[in-house]
């Protein structure tokens, strides 16, 4: 079985700042793209920020130059520090990571169960 855990979403005013972190976890041989996803209430699920296992990232026009994605491939995680954040960055945030299992070495995506972000005053 293979896990993905987030933390550190929560309430933030705008302006402020959050770092979400994501661990991935279970018999996985290896781990292509991590990244991150939101989906606000009535949108659609939606790429924030994705970083290859080489270090190559891509970032929604909407939080460049505020958002950070970075991920320690030995430790299988992945964080996503948000800055100046807005109102329209409320959403529930997934991790996501397109990885192998260690017995099938089948390639497949997985999700966390989503952090809550909710930027208001």
């Known amino acids: 079985q293979v896990q993905l855990v987030e933390s550190g979403g929560g309430l933030v005013q705008p302006g402020g700042s959050l770092r979400l972190s994501c661990a991935a976890s279970?018999?996985?041989?290896?781990?292509?793209?991590m990244g991150w996803y939101r989906q606000a209430p009535g949108e659609q699920r939606e790429l924030v920020a994705k970083?290859?296992?080489?270090?190559?990232?891509n970032y929604a026009d909407s939080v460049k130059g505020r958002f950070t994605i970075s991920r320690d491939n030995a430790k299988k995680t992945v964080h996503l520090q948000m800055n100046s954040l807005k109102p329209e960055d409320t959403a529930v945030y997934y991790c996501n990571a397109r990885l192998a299992l260690a017995v099938t070495m089948a390639w497949d995506n997985y999700w966390g169960q989503g952090t809550q972000v909710t930027v208001s005053s």
């Open positions: 970083i290859s296992s080489r270090g190559i990232t």
């Open positions: 279970g018999s996985i041989f290896s781990i292509n793209d």
